[in-house]
């Protein structure tokens, strides 16, 4: 594979490792910094990749490999008594099981083509009108879109509402 390959690989599925960071981490800042830590991984591990895995699973297990050095390192860190409270702030709390960050995933993979990407991108934060200039679309097309995958993934969520 091509290094440039490679890195569109990457930008391609970054929205939704990085709604995987902050599934693991609960926290924006912390949830970016793995963000980081993960694509410098692969991309130092790029000539480990075997074009015939699938690269988002193969992205995703460094970024949870990570996840859980990061957490077991914490866990090793001892602290001054006067800032233990700052440290029970810190510490790794699970928002759901991996299974169910997986079950979301892959309701939005089933998503009508285009919506899944509209999702992805309203959650990391991007506005309605910056999604419709990103996907060149009108707003008001981005808004139904937006309100129908919505309706979908409820349906298909249902158990963990």
């Not at 569109?8 to 980081?36: C, G, M, S, V, W």
């Not at 810190?90 to 309701?107: G, R």
Request: charge should be negative.
């Amino acid at each position: 594979m091509r290094p440039t390959d490679f890195d569109d690989k990457l930008l391609e599925i970054e929205a939704e490792l990085y709604l995987y960071a902050r599934a693991l981490t609960r926290e924006n800042t912390r949830a970016e910094d793995l963000l980081q830590e993960t694509n410098l991984k692969i991309l130092a591990k790029q000539g480990k990749y075997k074009e015939k895995s699938k690269f988002r699973s193969w992205a995703k297990k460094i970024m949870k490999n990570s996840f859980l050095n990061n957490v077991d390192h914490e866990k090793n860190i001892t602290t001054v008594e006067d800032y233990s409270i700052f440290y029970k702030e810190m510490t790794y709390t699970p928002c759901c099981a991996e299974s169910e960050v997986d079950d979301i995933y892959h309701a939005i993979d089933r998503l009508p083509d285009g919506y899944d990407k509209m999702i992805r991108l309203l959650a990391t934060g991007h506005r309605y009108d910056e999604i419709a200039g990103m996907l060149d679309l009108p707003l008001g097309t981005v808004k139904s879109r937006i309100f129908s995958s919505r309706e979908i993934l409820r349906k298909e969520l249902r158990d963990y509402l």
